[in-house]
């Protein structure tokens, strides 16, 4: 499904707060951003009972099945990180790859948690060098598409680490 750029950051947002196990923002929030995918053409049971709460006074966790079935229809569904460390570090990976999950929270996950988890593969080791020592390293910010283009090959490695995984 083809989605406007910031309706897909939108949902990326989300997707990366649950990666971590919290959602921010407000059920408001919520029920908005399931409204402007509807006028977006996206019309699914789940976005139109999200959509009821945008007047809800309710919490975060009332709602939050409902956001992670919003967010699996859209095709961004929430990762899974108690499978394995490498099945997690692909699937974070790809995300930051393909720009349905934000760079931040998934370089976040990758390099505290999975990095050692995983051995200390060279790609992590990397990335992580990128975001941290850019100032040392080359006096520029890495941007966008080279932290991508390394998610990729982070994507790839993982790939490697578990046979029968597309």
């Known amino acids: 499904m083809r989605l406007p750029r910031e309706l897909r950051g939108r949902l990326a947002e989300i997707r990366g707060d649950l990666l971590h196990g919290r959602l921010t923002g407000s059920v408001t929030d919520a029920g908005w951003l ?5 006028a977006a053409g996206v019309d699914t049971p789940t976005l139109l009972e999200l959509a009821g709460h945008t007047l809800s006074v309710g919490t975060l966790r ?13 095709g961004m569904p929430p990762i899974d990180t108690c499978q394995e460390p490498w099945a997690v570090a692909l699937d974070v990976a790809q995300a930051v790859h ?9 370089a976040d996950l990758l390099i505290v948690r999975l990095m ?9 080791m990397e990335f ?26 982070i994507a790839d490695v993982a790939r490697a680490h578990l046979p029968g995984r597309p």
């Not at 009332?62 to 956001?67: G, I, K, M, Q």
């Not at 393909?98 to 998934?106: E, K, N």
């Open 34 to 38: 399931a409204c402007d995918l509807i």
């Open 62 to 74: 009332e709602v939050e099945p409902l956001v992670r079935r919003m967010l699996s229809e859209c």
């Open 98 to 106: 393909d720009g349905t999950l934000p760079v931040s929270a998934g």
């Open 116 to 124: 050692p988890e995983c051995g200390h593969p060279p790609e992590i």
């Open 128 to 153: 992580m060098l990128l975001i941290d020592d850019w100032e040392a390293l080359r006096g520029v910010p890495p941007t966008g598409e080279e932290l991508r283009s390394l998610a990729g090959r």
